[in-house]
Nanobody, 124 residues
Framework: QVKLVESGGGSVQAGGSLRLSCAAA????????MGWFRQAPGKEREGVAI???????NYADSVKGRFTVSEDNAKKTLYLEMNSLEAEDTAMYYC??????????????????WGQGTQVTVSS
């Protein structure tokens, strides 16, 4: 089993930055795909950024150039660096993982493991 715990959310003004962390407990078998999703009230869950254990990343168009996904394998932690935040980025952010895969997807049903989420609120 894999347990994912997000942290780093909070309230920030538009134009500000936040860094989200996702600590993984348990053994994540390679190859794997991990990702960040977000869900705003009344909206569907959106795949924001994904990263495969082979190093490839992919981003939603709405965050390209502003968000960066990375991982620290030694710490078993996934990060999402968010810059130039906009009010539209306000949402609950979730970390997700799927093991034993050789490709990644930003579709939520692709993932097996999910964290509980961390709230990000951006005021304009």
């Amino acid at each position: 089993q894999v347990k994912l715990v997000e942290s780093g959310g909070g309230s920030v003004q538009a134009g500000g930055s936040l860094r989200l962390s996702c600590a993984a407990a348990g053994y994540i078998n390679t190859p794997y795909c991990m990702g960040w999703f977000r869900q705003a009230p009344g909206k569907e869950r959106e795949g924001v950024a994904i990263i495969g254990s082979w190093g490839n990343t992919n981003y939603a168009d709405s965050v390209k150039g502003r968000f960066t996904v990375s991982e620290d394998n030694a710490k078993k932690t996934l990060y999402l660096e968010m810059n130039s935040l906009e009010a539209e980025d306000t949402a609950m952010y979730y970390c997700a993982a799927r093991t034993h895969v050789t490709y990644c997807s930003r579709i939520s049903t692709f993932f097996d493991y999910w964290g509980q989420g961390t709230q990000v609120t951006v005021s304009s």
